[in-house]
């Protein structure tokens, strides 16, 4: 069993700065891409930014400059630092990993998701 617990939504006056964490734990044999998806109401829910155990990350052009991706690969965790919030990345954010289980079986896990919402 592999679970990905995430932390640190909240809500955030424009302008502001949030930062999310992601951690997976459990049945884990290795990590490919871990990433952060969002969803707001109404709308699909879209990547925001990726990260590979390799180091090579990926941006929504909405984000790019703006949000950081950054992971550590000996705790298994991904982060997203989010600054200069706007009130249009209000959603909830959800984080994804690429996985393979000790049974070597590969999946797309996700968190339960953790809302951001940007509001003065």
């Known amino acids: 069993q592999v679970q990905l617990v995430e932390s640190g939504g909240g809500l955030v006056q424009p302008g502001g700065s949030l930062r999310l964490s992601c951690a997976a734990s459990?049945?884990?044999?290795?990590?490919?891409?871990m990433g952060w998806y969002r969803q707001a109401p109404g709308k699909q829910r879209e990547l925001v930014a990726a990260?590979?155990?390799?180091?090579?990350?990926n941006y929504a052009d909405s984000v790019k400059g703006r949000f950081t991706i950054s992971r550590d690969n000996a705790k298994n965790t991904v982060s997203l630092q989010m600054n200069s919030l706007k009130p249009e990345d209000t959603a909830v954010y959800y984080c994804?990993?690429?996985?393979?289980?000790?049974?070597?079986?590969?999946?797309?896990?996700w968190g339960q998701g953790t809302q951001v919402t940007v509001s003065s």
């Open positions: 459990g049945s884990i044999f290795s990590i490919y891409a």
């Open positions: 990260a590979t155990s390799g180091g090579y990350t």
């Open positions: 994804n990993a690429d996985i393979k289980s000790t049974n070597l079986r590969r999946s797309d896990y």
